[in-house]
Every structure is written in C-alpha cells, then in structure tokens.
C-alpha cells in the first residue's frame, strides 16, 4: 500500500460521497478545474458519430467513468464533458437494462457525479465539488469501495493524463481489485498538458491493463469508451475504430 494514500479500501463509504487525501504530489500543481460546459458544436458531434455505434449485449455491466479534474486537464474539460453527456444519452438506446454507469471526478480528493444508476433511469451530473490541486487515485477506489457490492462487471475507464501521485506498482491495482473493480482502461487526450505517452509509473502499476493516447476531440473520446468497454467484456461494437491512435513517435512510454 502506498506511503501517500494509507487509508484501508473497503470499509466504509466517506460521508458526503467524497474521500480525504494528502496534498502531496510529485507533478507541477494547479486548481482542480470542476466541470467545463460543452458547446452544442462538442456535442453534436458526439452524438452524431455515437449514432453509428452499436455494442452487442452480454453480461451486465457497471460502468465507471472516472475524469481526472487536476489542472492539468483543463484544455479537454469541455469535449469531455460533451462526451460524457452523449455518452449517457447513447447508453440508455444501446446498453441493456441491467447495465448501469455512474461518473466519479478525481484530483487530490474525489466525489460521485453520478451514483451507479441503471441505463433505463433518469441520469444526471452534478457538478464536481474538489478541493486538493494534487493528483491521487487511491481514494478513487475507496469510495467505489464503499457502494454496495453488485454481480455485475465492473468496470472503470478513466480520462486522465496518468500522471498520478500515489501510484506504487503492482499495490495500485490490488486496491482497484479490492474495491471490486474487474478492468481498468486509461485514455489520455492528447491534448492534455503533460501528454508525452503513457507514462512509466502507470504501466508499472497497472501492467496488463489497456491504456493509450487518444484524440481529444469529444467524438473520439465517447467513441473510445466505448471501444473500452468492449475490449474489456469482449462485446461486439460496431462503427467504430481505435480513433485516438497517435504514431509511435509520439506514443513512447515516458519513465
């Protein structure tokens, strides 16, 4: 278990859905960005490349999306927010009725946009309520660690640049499997401040889990969810392509 984040998963759900961390990061600091509204530009365009995507049924899912809002994020808080939206609208045409998501915003603390709902319910955001400039996962998995535990796949897709301050090897993913989590995917805009790759320490930490640059566009970044979930359930998605691929030049992991 990280030196950074000590508190144990499992336990208990943080009162008002959010969990408390250190402010200690080893990445350049900025004021968590809270939530960007889309244009209608953003989201047209989600919703018209999303209308072409089909994903097969199979066994139930619980999806996560989970959009890192350090500061460093800023540049794609609105073509994510667009993405997530359309991506919420989609779900309730295209994922079955025992499927359901729900939406977490991470830095230095984190809290719950949406609790898990199923696809057939009303969904709404809230607003992101963060306080700390640092950039930590752990609590991320704390707080999934606290809602009941479900048969469903559980999966996790995060929009993040990866740059994450208590990642501590092969121990970060036990804390995800702990907190029930069956899969992770990381997506990284590459228009993110710090984009250079995926970086070493989230390779380190999470080995045999997808991760790759994508485009920042708020197409591609709903289309790549998508493409996420089914490479982790092995669902059948159709009209769609990995958008976001980047050439090796540009894609090498950073240490």
Not at 11 to 23: H, K, N, Q
Not at 131 to 152: C, D, E, N, V
Request: net charge neutral.
């Amino acid at each position: 278990m990280s030196a950074v984040f000590r508190a144990p998963v499992g336990l208990e759900r943080p009162t008002g859905g959010r969990a408390p961390s250190p402010l200690r990061s080893p990445w350049p600091l900025a004021e968590p960005i809270g939530s960007k509204k889309p244009s209608r530009r953003e989201r047209h365009a989600a919703r018209q490349v999303l209308g072409r995507v089909t994903l097969a049924p199979g066994t139930p899912l619980r999806l996560w999306i989970i959009g890192d809002d350090s500061g460093s994020m800023m540049s794609v808080a609105g073509p994510r927010e667009a993405a997530v939206l359309e991506l919420m609208r989609w779900a309730q045409r295209h994922l079955g009725p025992e499927d359901e998501i729900g939406v977490i915003a991470f830095g230095g603390d984190v809290c719950v946009r949406m609790e898990p709902v199923s696809v057939r319910d009303k969904m709404t955001l809230d607003e992101p309520e963060l306080t700390s400039y640092a950039t930590m996962l752990g609590p991320t998995w704390q707080l999934i660690a606290g809602f009941p535990r479900t048969h469903k796949l559980t999966l996790a897709v995060l929009v993040s640049d990866g740059l994450v301050a208590d990642l501590t090897g092969p121990g970060s993913r036990v804390n995800a499997m702990a907190a029930g989590i069956n899969g992770v995917t990381l997506l990284i805009p590459s228009e993110c401040s710090f984009t250079g790759g995926v970086p070493g320490s989230w390779s380190a930490a999470f080995p045999d889990d997808p991760a790759r640059v994508i485009d920042s566009s708020a197409p591609a970044l709903a289309t790549e969810v998508v493409a996420s979930i089914a490479a982790l359930t092995g669902r059948d998605a159709r009209g769609i392509g990995l958008s976001g691929a980047v050439p090796d030049s540009q894609s090498k992991e950073r240490t």
